[in-house]
């Protein structure tokens, strides 16, 4: 469904983020992508979305393809309308808006309000609690709720592949392990994920294949018990000896 082949972005003259990455997200499944910080991950959700270029200066080489056509020259919107939803590290919820007011807005782009409806029905079934708080002004939702929201958002156009960006960050173990089972839900309803996360232990335990990358390039690939059981991903990332 996605295919990213040898894939080259740099900020500038100076900073090479990303020096040749290839890797490949098929339709019914969810890749983790993991690497230390700097190695990489932000810029290549940034790349697949095509919000890199509203980084000035930044310059791509290679493709990427979703569903058999090349979106590696498309406008942000474009991409979302193909049905590539991004949630950005941080969240970025509308603080000021009510909950309400960020999940319609994640509707703008549903092709009918028939659509909107159906999208609407399924975040608050997927987050409860984002249907108690409806009102409530988003800025005032917990860490957990705003990551909730941040991805009920995403949902709300129905994408057929939808990028997280380190989701479980700064949360507390219980909401990670929670934010965890409803990746796989998401999954399991039929939306592909590409998750980039710190957490390998989350990651690999929602994902079905996984990357890591290091300094811009793809370090290590496979199943994610392929890497789960890596000694290298063992000792860098899990913890292990
Ligand atoms: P983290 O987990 O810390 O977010 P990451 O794996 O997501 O790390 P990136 O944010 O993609 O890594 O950064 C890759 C490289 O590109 C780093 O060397 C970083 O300093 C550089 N970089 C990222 N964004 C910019 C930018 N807007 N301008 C210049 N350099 C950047």
Known sequence: MLVVRNLQVRYGRSVAALHGVDLQVAADSV????GSNGAGKSTLLRTISGTLRLHRGSVVAGQVEFAGKRIDRLDPAEIVRLGVV??????????RMSVEENLRAGGIGARTAEARTAARARVHE???????????????LSGGEQQMLAIGRALMSAPKLLLLDEPSLGLAPKIVDRIG?????????????????QNAVMALRVADHAVVLETGRTALSGTAADLSASDDVQRLYLGGH
């Open 31 to 34: 890749l983790a992508v993991l």
């Open 181 to 197: 089972e409803i990746i796989r839900e998401i999954h399991a309803q039929g939306t592909a994920v590409v998750l980039v996360e």
């Open 86 to 95: 991004g949630v950005p590290e941080g969240r970025q919820v509308f603080a």
């Open 126 to 140: 997927l987050f409860p609690v984002l249907a108690e708080r409806a009102k409530q002004r988003a800025g005032l």
